[in-house]
């Protein structure tokens, strides 16, 4: 998003910022994969982790 907020093709004088939007965004990136180790889980469990959260959050505000 940070890099769309530039436009798809930047300005020269723009170039820098992007670099450095670049940056910015790998370092997070990499900070969130140390701080929270990332691991690949299956679409099932994904969406019935989802639904089940989801479905707490209704019953919890009916």
Same mark, same amino acid.
């Given at each position: 998003?940070?890099?769309? +907020?530039?436009?798809?093709?930047?300005?020269?004088?723009?170039?820098?910022?992007?670099?450095?939007l670049d940056?910015?965004?790998?370092?997070?990136?990499?900070?969130?994969?140390?701080?929270?180790?990332?691991r690949?889980v299956?679409?099932?469990?994904?969406?019935?982790?989802?639904?089940?959260?989801?479905?707490?959050? +209704?019953r +919890? +505000?009916v």
């Amino acid at each position: 998003m940070l890099r769309g +907020a530039l436009g798809q093709r930047p300005a020269p004088a723009d170039a820098a910022v992007a670099a450095r939007l670049d940056g910015l965004v790998g370092d997070w990136c990499q900070d969130m994969e140390r701080q929270y180790e990332p691991r690949w889980v299956p679409l099932t469990a994904q969406t019935n982790l989802h639904t089940q959260t989801m479905l707490g959050v +209704a019953r +919890a +505000a009916v």
